[in-house]
């Protein structure tokens, strides 16, 4: 096999990973083994291969009853916690289960994995086609906050015509679809900076309100026009 060219279900890995497409299961044992032992981890090649010694039953070809025990003996070998290998295997189980979505979206070892177990937990509560373009997009940190969040739609219901707008952490959603996410990324000046403007942005739309966006030199100088705009709105009698 073309180590340069190697995938895995259609995966493209950025190492030599032959033991997960392998159809024997001492092969891919050893390559498990030595993964775990000094080689760079592929996360992803590491789930698809412990998901394969399950649904296959191939533990049986090495020794073991069950997978737990098949786990406890790899751990036990390796000295790798057996809670990280639980976590590739839930990884390779959720991948194999949305493998022709996850293909369509290109998503590939170098988008982060460790994304997958939250997929179902996504698409309980939002549109099939967001969750696989933002499982694509988003950091790890991103999707498993996207994917646990509650139901917007469910919480948007109420008895008005008026914009319904949730924020909840880095999302902000407008009538139950999420509008805007501010990345995690960017510094943490400018994601308080945005916030406070999505902030006052979002009360306005709720309560229809308009915003006329003004410009100011600095914080000294808005300290200044601050009062001054309000004495103004209370002379027009807006206030």
Known sequence: MDNASLSIEGIPLPINLDFAASDDAMEIDRGIRATINGMR????????SLARIKEEKLFMELGCANMTQYIHKLSGDTKMDEGNIFRWLRIGKAYLKYKDELEAAGFTDTDG???LPYLDQALGK??????FTNIKKMSVREFVNFAKLPNPADESRVKSDRWVVTEKGNNIYVDGKLAII????????????????????CEALAEEEVIVPVRLRNMKVAARFEPAAERLKTEMGLN
């Open 113 to 115: 994995p460790t994304k």
């Open 182 to 201: 501010i990345s995690s990324k960017v510094s943490p000046r400018a994601s308080a900076y945005f916030k406070k403007v999505i902030h006052a942005a």
């Open 41 to 48: 981890l592929s996360v992803l090649a590491l789930g698809l």
């Open 126 to 131: 939002n549109e099939k086609q967001m969750v």
